[in-house]
């Protein structure tokens, strides 16, 4: 069974840096690059922040970048700001061609 | 505007049955697969349905097979979704979503969702 693992939350700083991290149990992120991250908000729809691993959707700032090494994929905020409160959820293909999402990661900006 | 509208949510009793819709528009919804996601109140996102351009394929989450049945009409320009023996756990809020491509699977567009209370 496949599993993504995010921490359930992280904090930062105004201007401070945070990396929210996915660790795949299997061996789907190791074989492709299929990983995307969505932003939330309480009351709101899932937002694509970052697709294939490493892209960003037009309108995403540049704050926002993601990378991965072995079986865990990486979502960076940098110059952590206000209005990055939100949770953060890893999504990846599977070989099984499925979707699977991480847990979630609450992020709190102090 | 481009947009996603999901409708067709509401209280069900268990073992009853859905038929959600989701409306597109602003893009052209015949070029995109399409898929769906819920969330349970206070939970994370679980994928449920994907299907193709044309629906001749369809991939479920391994446990929404069986209950749950994912269709499209180009036509009408609507993803639509089957909920059959429902279970309180089935309660959600179902979004539909525009996928990229077949090939990367990545949602680039959501709908605001639809709320399904499952309850005696």
């Known amino acids: 069974q496949s599993a993504l693992t995010q921490p359930p939350s992280v904090s930062g700083s105004p201007g401070q840096s945070v990396t929210i991290s996915c660790i795949d149990t299997?061996?789907?992120?190791?074989?492709?690059?299929?990983v995307s991250w969505y932003q939330q908000t309480p009351g709101t729809a899932p937002k694509l922040v970052i697709y294939?691993?490493?892209n960003r959707p037009s309108g995403v700032p540049d704050r926002f970048s993601g990378s991965k090494s072995g079986n865990t994929a990486s979502l960076t905020i940098s110059g952590l700001q206000t209005e990055d409160e939100a949770d953060y959820y890893c999504?990846?293909?599977?070989?099984?061609?499925?979707?699977?999402f991480g847990g979630g990661t609450k992020v709190t900006v102090l | 505007e481009v947009q996603l509208v999901e409708s067709g949510g509401g209280l069900a009793r268990p073992g009853g049955s859905l038929r959600l819709s989701c409306a597109a528009s602003g893009f052209a919804f015949s070029d995109y697969p399409m898929t769906w996601v819920r969330q349970a109140p206070g939970r994370g996102l679980e994928w449920v349905a994907i299907i193709s351009i044309s629906g001749s394929s369809i991939y479920y989450a391994d446990s929404m097979k069986g209950r749950f049945t994912i269709s499209r009409d180009n036509s009408k320009n609507t993803v639509f979704l089957q909920v059959n023996s429902l279970r309180v756990g089935d309660t959600a809020i179902y979004y539909c979503g525009k996928v990229s491509n077949w090939g990367s699977w990545y949602f680039d567009l959501w709908g605001r969702g639809t709320l399904v209370t499952v309850s005696s």
């Open positions: 294939e691993v490493t």
């Open positions: 999504s990846s293909y599977t070989s099984r061609s499925t979707v699977i």
């Open positions: 299997s061996s789907d992120i190791p074989n492709y690059n299929r």
